[in-house]
């Protein structure tokens, strides 16, 4: 099984001011992790971090050692709302394994640790080095380990930290992606889980341009299948396509396929409303929200909220008065970062407008009703759009994504988590976060519960084998 480990940046600072004090020697800490399981992929996500004090605990140059009993009532804990427990220390000599004294510690603590569960879920150790940079492995409960593949901290920039550092092989296709953004990006984009959310106008030009940037593993997810109206915005479609009533993601997914490059692409007909959506996009590194709908993008920030996701979301407005007269042409990237701000605290909607799109979607009858009873704002209605418009903001929203993977501004990241342009006014503006999301706060890393996303319309979400 491929387990892969995230936390967010903030965690990670949290950690490394705790595990190196400046004495020169190891510290320690517990963390209550989230769990994802999906189709053979699994992640552990940092939730909360207690750290071990320094004088409960007995600290060398080499080793730290600390009584167990500090971990019982985060087992009880643990066991009830169904987290991991993650124990982590620090090499402060930058010896970038663990070491024998490691595994015997581990042995011996983990063997009490799953006495204290009624199932075999996963459960993790890890070491930071001074540089940052985190390994991790899970300990079974027969006392075998399995190495994490992947640590990541999302923040600013996106850190990504390898099991085992090697280079993967550079095809000629890839030479000038290689030139532009280096051996590093591209072997880190062979390796990540990325997700898009909407296969029309915007996201099928941000699959398009991710497949040509050879990520390696794609999901794509639309419930919607190729019409007339679509071909004009949309690549690779065929009036035979919208005849047949094909799905948009297959269309795309079979002319990704077709390119020839090493790409593993996973295309689902489903909405993002369905909890196998959400169970899909729980296991992935980063996600595109390339939707038009207010409740799609406002569940899309709950889900990177409680799986600690790098979202990265884009939106296109085209105003016209349906006879080649153009008010305005303008459109937004936004990138979300766990435990940060969201839609909200951004001023983006409100939650009357996630409630009133919410009844558009489910029950356009009592909609209408609500509408003319002006109990609910009206959701904007469709618009005009054109595939010129539609791939100036693709490009936009992944070179975010690269920006924060590989940065390249003159700036800081911070002062872009969001962008707006208008075309029609020759505006381009940015800037940085707003406050941090209340409601959202608490459930950065929750990962798995029952209700699923702690949201009673949705299917709960049974454990994992």
Known sequence: MDTRLTMTVRQHEDL????FPGDGLEAAAIVLCGRAHHAGAQRLIVHRVHPVP????????????????????LLGEAERRGLAILTIHCHPNGYPRFSDQDDTADKELFSSVYGWFADELSHASAVMMPNGRVIARVVQVDGSF??????????????????????VGSPE?????????????????????????????????????????????LHIFDPDKIEDRNLNRIPHTTMKNAVDGIAKVTCLAEAARAIGFELEIVPITKSIHNPEVI??????????GCMDTIDGRALLNRIATFYSIAYFDVGVRLDADGKGGVDQICGAVHYFQPGRSSFFTRKIFTSDDVAAAAFKRSDPAEYKKRLRQKYLKGVRENQPAVMPINMVFAGLVVMEFFARIHPYRVDSNADYAWI??????????????????PSLIRYVGRGDCIPLLDMPDYTELPKAA
């Not at 399995?146 to 280079?167: K, N, P, Q, R, Y």
């Not at 169970?279 to 595109?288: A, G, N, P, Q, Y």
């Open 16 to 19: 490394f001011k705790h595990l």
């Open 146 to 167: 399995e190495t994490i593949s992947l640590v990541t901290a999302v923040g600013d920039e996106l850190a990504f930290w390898l099991a085992v550092e090697h280079t």
């Open 54 to 73: 320094y004088d409960q605990c007995d600290r060398s140059e080499m080793q730290v050692r600390w009584k167990t009993d500090l971990l019982e009532p």
């Open 279 to 288: 169970r899909e996009l729980s296991t992935c590194d980063i996600v595109f």
């Open 420 to 437: 707006n342009v208008s075309l029609s006014h020759g505006i381009y503006d940015h800037g940085p976060d707003a406050a941090d999301c």
């Open 173 to 217: 296709h890839a030479v000038r992606s290689i030139q532009a953004f280096g051996q590093g990006t591209y072997s880190m984009l062979r390796r990540l889980r990325i997700a898009v959310i909407g296969a029309s106008g915007t996201g099928s030009l941000v699959i398009e341009q991710l497949v040509r940037s050879h990520v390696g593993r």
